[in-house]
């Protein structure tokens, strides 16, 4: 469904010249410029006299990408190519997915962000900082792109597994938004990334010279709140009808901006909405694989933090579907943490956690007497056959804990969605060994593929990566002019995924699409979600069929592609 690649050029009029063309990345071509665009644009001898393709180009490109001796410098030539030139940037990283998106993304990116203000060579998107405050309506006028429709926004303080980056998860964003342009064909001119600057709690930033953000610990309680209640107020001002996301925010504060704002905009929090509707997704395929029925099954999640409780809430809503009734379905999921079952004695118990949370006395396995009962107690107690992993507990699921998921069933579902490597709860390799083979795996990051039986089989691991879900969810919303994004928008999400298994044609296949499909992916997933949209009568009226929705997505999914320019003087 996506469009063609070699499609003729379009004409586009424009009013830069020179320099000043040349240093806009969103129209740069470079050595692609022709003759005549030269001779209308100004550019002899502003660039060497070979006139080049993108063909060429994408060759010179990945050429001097693979002499970049390390992940963190093929990530700044990547990030250095984006500020220059994005048609040959997202040109480049579609012809080699697999291998650039763990650059371009999780998890190189967290080592990015660990060294942003080291590496820092040109601004990209916005910093709001806290003592610039009283400035955000200015901030935002300065904003070059007058049509922002997706922005990506985080406060550091919870980047990847990492925690408190400061400034310096600012990396973030600008990730987020490269995937939405890459596999959800947003185009990149109506995206903005933004840093809300409230201070930081790492030492090593406050104490580091080079640190680029506010140097002062972070603000939190009221002033943080109206903080960012003026951020989003202006926001919703400037870019009427934006979709923004919430990236990387603590716990404390997640769920919290996302209950306050998800009724007043268009807006969802990717690591409790995005993370749950991929989970989700791989445990239907991974149930259909092993002939379980979803409702039959008792679920456990091991971290029960905002993915964790995003996994559970969305797996009673299908649960729910599957005809349990709520309390049914909450009976089905079982959440630990650092001090075991979540029980309704648990010390610090959050108020989301508590609809989950076990009465000891009517446990039928030995609970009463005692207030810690661990993972391997609960998955023997509950007879899981689904164990999902949000700890960034790295190797939490020791070898007692797998083989107890092997007795209770014969494919075990067993999901380390840790990151990065060294968070994931489990190796894939022991998980399979320890299972005689019979795990069905997926994690959080990428992993190659296991060899079993003496290398006769291969299985091959599914990335639950979040790439999956929120650049799909961003074209549905934005092709459908969907007003607000609802949860029931990511069940659409996860289920519409969940058929695009290829587990559920091959034996040993990963249980979720290859990266390299990722666009066609993405395309099906925003066209259930603006069914839903449609359907929940939040969408634009003029959607008002499939037909209508398909040709607005057709119309909205960008391919990076050269227009031909031509001077237009103002
Ligand atoms: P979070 O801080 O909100 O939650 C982590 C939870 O783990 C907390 O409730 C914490 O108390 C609990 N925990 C800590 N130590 C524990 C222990 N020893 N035993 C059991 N539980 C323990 O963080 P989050 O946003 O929920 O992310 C958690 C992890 O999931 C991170 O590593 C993140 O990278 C990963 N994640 C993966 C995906 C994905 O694969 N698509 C998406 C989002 C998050």
Redesign the pocket.
Known sequence: MTKSVDAPEVLEEIELRGVELLTNPLYNKGTAFTEEERDDLGLWGLLPPHVDNIHGQINRAYQAFEMEPSDLEKYIFLRNLQDHNEVLFYRLLMEHIPEMMPIIYTPVVGEACQKFSHIFRQRRGIFVSYPDRHRIPEILNNVPCRKVRVIVVTDGE?I??LGDQGTDGMGIPIGKLSLYSLCGGIDPATTLPIILDVGTDNEERLEDPLYIGWRNRRIRDQRYDDFVEEFVENVVAKFPGVLLQWEDFA?RNARRLLERYRDRLCTFND?IQG?AA?AVAAIMSALKVSSMQEADQNYVI???????IGIAELLETSLMHKGLSRTQARERIWL???YGLIHSETPDLQEVQRPYARDLGKLSFGGEARTELGLLEVVRGARAGVLIG????GN?FHQDVVEAMAANCERPIIFP???PNA?CEGEPAQILAWSGGRALVAT?SPFGPVSLDSGISSIEIGQ???CYIFPGVGLGVIASGATRVTDAMFMKAAIALSELSPALSRPGASLLPALSDIRAVSNKIAFSVGMEAVKSGLSDPAIDSEEALSARLEKTMWYPRYKRFKFRSS
């Open positions: 919870r990847l597994g716990n690591d993370t991929v091991f971290g029960a933090g905002s993915a964790g630990v943490d650092r949000c700890s960034g507990q939490a969605l840790s990151n968070c959080g639950c990566n979040n």
